[in-house]
């Protein structure tokens, strides 16, 4: 059964940083490509960062690029998503899963940035 357990969210004043993780369960993640979501209330769930296998090759949605970091452990089975100079608007909560898969989301991990 495919799983995805999402952490690393906390409450954080804007400028700061975290590192969220994400560990999948019932798959090899080395086989796909694997991507970070958010959802913020009252708006659609949105693509913020996704990493390919081999090659190693990532993507941002423009709002997060030169600010987050996505990157893999295929040993641990995990996906990291490192996020820096946060703001506001990057309050969400944060899920991850295959980019090309139907698969069944998490409880995802809440990021809150505020003053």
């Known amino acids: 059964q495919v799983q995805f357990v999402e952490s690393g969210g906390a409450l954080v004043q804007p400028g700061g940083s975290l590192r969220l993780s994400c560990t999948a369960a019932g798959f090899n993640l080395n086989n796909y490509i694997m991507g970070w979501f958010r959802q913020a209330p009252g708006k659609v769930r949105e693509l913020v960062a996704a990493?390919?296998?081999?090659?190693?090759?990532?993507n941002y949605v423009s709002s997060v690029k030169g600010r987050f970091t996505i990157s893999r452990d295929n040993a641990k089975n995990t996906v990291y998503l490192q996020m820096n100079s946060l703001k506001s608007e990057d309050t969400a909560r944060y899920y991850c899963k295959r980019t090309a898969y139907d698969d069944v989301w998490g409880q995802g991990t809440q990021v809150t940035v505020s003053s």
């Open positions: 990493i390919d296998s081999d090659p190693i090759v990532t």
